[in-house]
């Protein structure tokens, strides 16, 4: 037997001292018990009154409007902003404010589903698609178009432009597509002597 730091696992005979075990280190114990987060209200949660121009919180508060098409990230809002009266003794301020000590007032911002949106465009081409003159460009499209943009994606590897400026993209644009022009030419032939 060798007398060294891990003789005791070791031995059989000493497997029952319990007082020789390491102990757990107090400092490594990572789980520790996390407070849940309070859910904050969402402008979902609030309810627009467009006959008074107004919007209702959760706690029944009126929030006034402040802009009606302003635009935030490119996206068409209506904004909406309550009263120090009515925001000031609320008892749900921890729930409507991220900050409610340093926060006097709650404002919202209901986005608009029309043209301005970021869903518009997206909506207007999906409805432009599935109607019976969409599907048929499209199946063309599909036929003619799509594979040169794989081609030219997987193929050529173009994922992304390596360079900045609209000059030079459109240079590097314009050299992708030389080359899967002259790659077509060289595998079909240029169609001048005869084939």
Not at 56 to 81: D, E, M, T, V
Request: charged letters at 25%; hydrophobic letters at 30%; aromatic letters at 6%.
């Amino acid at each position: 037997m060798v007398a060294d730091g891990q003789m005791r696992k070791r031995d059989e005979r000493l497997t029952s001292q319990q007082r020789h075990r390491d102990k757990p280190d107090p400092l490594h114990d990572k789980t520790k018990v996390q407070e849940k987060k309070i859910r904050l209200f969402r402008p979902g949660d609030f309810i627009v009154d467009n006959q008074n121009n107004c919007c209702i919180c959760p706690a029944g508060q009126k929030l006034y409007s402040s802009g009606s098409r302003c635009s935030i990230n490119g996206r068409l809002a209506h904004r909406y902003k309550g009263t120090k009266a009515g925001c000031g003794q609320c008892t749900m301020r921890a729930q409507c404010l991220r900050h409610p000590g340093r926060t006097p007032i709650r404002q919202v911002a209901i986005f608009a589903s029309g043209p301005g949106s970021g869903h518009a465009a997206t909506e207007l081409m999906m409805r432009a698609i599935d109607s019976a003159r969409g599907r048929a460009i499209y199946s063309q499209r599909i036929a003619t178009v799509e594979p040169v943009f794989a081609n030219i994606r997987h193929t050529k590897r173009l994922d992304r432009f390596t360079l900045r400026g609209k000059e030079k993209v459109g240079t590097q644009w314009r050299l992708y597509c030389l080359v899967h022009n002259i790659e077509k030419l060289a595998r079909n032939g240029s169609g001048a002597n005869g084939r």
